[in-house]
């Protein structure tokens, strides 16, 4: 069969689209998530038109072979990752920005697109495209629209599903659907750009989309306020929500985190401190803003509140929240990122129930969260090495999923599902609505060739 498949694609691609090469492929092989299963791939095709695309899923379909597409691999839940015998499907080699239209305040791009060189572009033209994962700088376009991804400036501008306009997807049988519009309104038909945007490669493979952007924002200032405890810091992030605030960054670092930035980049943050909060905005007065908001922390307890006076200021205030994950990296040699996301009003319960877990399974597990989305990032540090230690990790994990759902909230806020938190997400849909799932996947990949083994 792997013969025979190779011959099949190599008909239909040009010789430097195709790679056999085994050290190449496991390089390929997997994303960023740990404590994931990764299969050995047949081989990696990087493609560089829709036709090509649509070769590879022709040929798969026909032979029966599985096919897992593929970004920049900056994923965190194995989404990427090879099953046994797959083709990986590499988009990042279909990487323009074929259109930038200021009067639509639109953007039409091919997958492999880097978010920041996309930001890049439509900055020159006055315009921004909001969304703004971590990993900007490599991460892709199709990736995100695969995860659903989000970033620091959510709280204000959302997601990236309420950017994705259209799309152009290769469907596993090779036909071409083309979904949405590139008009500001349009609801003719069943929204089926919505349906592929958080599907993680299983229904369909994104070859271009049609992105929403917005004017330029101005230029954000924004303050530090220290809490002696996560019940203050969620108090604060409840009176500034209820209040109207439209901040375009709400931040929140635990203590664990702040001491261990603290420990790499020496700042000077108080290591009494048990919650850090950062908020910025950017709007018409983004100092009257900044005031109200520092009284509502002092309100809820803030021991000290520090507001910038200018954006390069604010640069420096937000420095310790960019630095949080690769402080945390330095705690032990390996890390387990966790995304649950609750309702605003339980985020401090959610802080809490963490330093509960991380001393019942005798762990580090740092907390920062987009406070102002209720979403945190629970970060498992521990010794890989360590087999038992590993366990730990593990089981951590699974608590802190397990406490997120008892607070009403779900098991991923812009991550996704993989492997890693397939077994979660049933208990999350439920019956009903994992039948329902399946039977789309069912109706859109009936032989099951997508991304196998990721998400149901």
């Not at 989000?150 to 306009?165: M, P």
């Not at 979403?375 to 521990?382: G, I, K, L, M, T």
């Amino acid at each position: 069969m792997h013969d025979t498949l190779i011959t099949a694609l190599a008909a239909g691609l040009p010789a430097e689209a195709l790679i056999t090469d085994p050290d190449v492929v496991a390089a390929h092989s997997r994303d960023m998530a740990g404590f994931t299963e990764v299969g050995t791939a047949a081989a990696v095709v990087r493609p560089r038109t829709v036709e090509q695309v649509q070769h590879v899923m022709r040929t798969a379909s026909g032979l029966r072979v599985p096919v897992v597409p593929q970004g920049a691999r900056t994923g965190l839940s194995g989404g990427a990752s090879a099953v046994d015998g797959c083709v990986l499907l590499s988009l990042e080699r279909m990487d323009r920005v074929l259109e930038i239209d200021p009067v639509d305040r639109v953007a039409v791009v091919e997958p492999g697109v880097v978010n920041a060189v996309l930001s890049k572009a439509v900055g020159e033209h006055g315009l921004c495209y909001p969304p703004d994962p971590s990993s900007w700088e490599q991460c892709t376009v199709g990736g995100n629209i695969a995860t659903g991804a989000g970033g620091l400036c959510c709280v204000k501008y959302g997601v990236t599903a309420e950017y994705v306009l259209g799309l152009d997807v290769v469907l596993a049988d090779g036909r071409l659907l083309t979904t949405g519009r590139r008009t500001a309104k349009g609801v003719a038909g069943y929204d089926l750009t919505r349906l592929f945007v958080g599907s993680e490669g299983t229904l369909g493979v994104v070859v271009k989309a049609v992105l929403a952007l917005r004017p330029a924002p101005r230029p954000q200032l924004a303050l530090v306020a220290e809490f002696p405890s996560t019940g203050g810091a969620g108090r604060a992030v409840s009176a500034i929500m209820a209040s109207g605030h439209v901040p375009s960054l709400l931040e929140l670092m635990d203590g664990t985190t702040v001491r261990a930035v603290n420990a790499m980049a020496k700042m000077g943050l108080p290591e009494t401190t048990e919650a850090l909060l950062l908020a910025a905005f950017d709007s018409e007065d983004p100092a009257a803003d900044l005031a109200a908001v520092g009284a509502l922390c002092e309100a809820a307890g803030a021991t000290d509140v520090v507001p910038a006076s200018d954006p390069e200021e604010s640069e420096m205030l937000l420095q310790a929240r960019r630095l949080s994950l690769t402080a945390l990296e330095r705690v032990k040699p390996s890390m387990l990122i966790d995304d649950v996301c609750v309702p605003r009003g339980r985020l401090a319960e959610l802080l809490d129930g963490v330093a509960a877990i991380a001393r019942r399974y005798d762990l580090v597990i740092g907390v920062c969260a987009h406070a102002g989305d209720g979403n945190a990032h629970p970060v498992v540090c521990f010794d890989g090495t360590d087999e038992a230690e590993a366990g730990r990790a593990r089981e951590s994990f699974d608590a802190i999923m397990e406490l997120g759902l008892s607070l009403g909230g779900t098991i991923t806020g812009e991550h996704g599902v993989g492997t890693l938190k397939r077994e979660w997400l049933a208990r999350e849909l439920g019956p009903t609505g994992l039948e329902v799932q399946r039977g789309i996947k069912a109706v859109l990949d009936p032989l099951g060739l997508l991304n196998p083994g990721k998400v149901l």
